[in-house]
């Protein structure tokens, strides 16, 4: 079976760090199968702190957005140049740095025209923006690729993404090859923040860019009050079926706590109002496969562990570590949209059906060498 060697690269909403994963797909489309071949992650740095300011809505000039675009691409380049060394990469799908996201307006920034000239590959980028155009949320964007990643023939699965903000993918028990009736079963969506709070919690109050292991929230208790508090905006933002974004930050909640309790007591308290939060919308399948940032916290997944209705694993057990999920993710998604495959599902962003074919392309140069 012929195969092609793919690099995804992502940045999420935690706004930390740039993770690339180079996947082996093969076969072609709904039919590929994909099995990951190498990884590398760059923690962002300074970098890191001027995306969030922009993700954070404070003021810039158009020439350092512009100059923020191309210090990124130049991270991406750096990155890419050491995964893919000796490689002969076909292509690289980038997902960008998601500055605003409030449907049906979102941008991912990325400069893409330069990676696609010194890589001599195609790059396919902004793979929100034809589900956006269609009258979808955009997101979440990764179920069709963790339907190919972990369907399973005997067990329901839900995919747990513990991100910046939470979001799931329920797979229904799935055969060798996708069919229509089974794809029309996938569930997703975004349950409610996680890591954008819990970070801003650690930066604010610890002065550190995250709670290491949940060191912090290991050392507190729940404190009764500002749970109940923050449980009912969780609740509210897990029932509203939309995609989460600029504005469900959570950060008022934060601010209304940090001089009434106890930094270690805030993080325990938000980790089991965000454990609840999101053992309650998962119900109960077979597994739940857990990956993201969240998952090194073990405050939060023994939390999750205990009030789940089902197994919890991390998707390391399933050939996918967890800080690299939704990088290879992309890798499968760029893989479809070459393949002419739409990579939304209407039932989960909302988009007019039938789904719209999705990406931006940037080609190299004719005279660019192939490959890396």
Known sequence: MASRLVVGCMAGTSVDGLDAALVEISGHGLGLTARLRGMRSRPLGPLGD?????????????????????????LHLELLHELCAGQRVELVAVHGQTVF??????????????????????????????DLAAGGQGAPITPLADYLFFRATQETRVVLNLGGFCNYTWLP?????????????????????????????????????FDLDGQHARAGRVHAEAR????????????????????????????????????EDLARTACDAIATTVAEKVGAPGRVIVAGGGARNHVLLQALAERAAAPVALSDEFGVPVQIREAAAMAVLGAL????????????????????????WVYPHAQAAPGT
């Not at 991912?108 to 330069?114: D, E, P, T, V, Y």
């Not at 055969?175 to 996938?186: F, K, V, Y």
């Open 50 to 74: 001027s995306l969030r300011a922009l993700a954070e809505q404070q003021p810039m000039s158009a020439g350092q957005i512009a100059a923020l675009g191309h210090k990124f691409e130049r």
């Open 337 to 360: 949209c070459q393949d002419g495959v739409p990579i939304t599902l209407p039932q989960i962003t909302g988009c007019t059906p039938p789904a719209p074919r999705a990406g931006c």
């Open 173 to 209: 028990r799935g055969g060798e090859g996708p069919d229509p009736a089974t794809l029309s079963q996938i569930r997703g969506g975004d349950i409610c923040v996680c890591n954008q709070l819990l970070d801003a919690l650690a930066r604010r109050l610890f002065g550190e860019p």
């Open 101 to 130: 996201h409030a449907p049906p307006v979102s941008w991912q920034l990325i400069s893409a025209a330069n990676l696609a000239r010194v890589l001599g590959v195609p790059i396919v980028f902004d793979l929100r923006a034809a």
């Open 228 to 263: 109940a508090a923050l449980l009912a905006t969780l609740h509210a933002q897990s029932a509203a079926g939309r995609s989460l974004g600029t504005g469900d930050e959570q950060v008022g909640w934060l601010a209304a706590w940090m001089n009434r309790a106890r930094g």
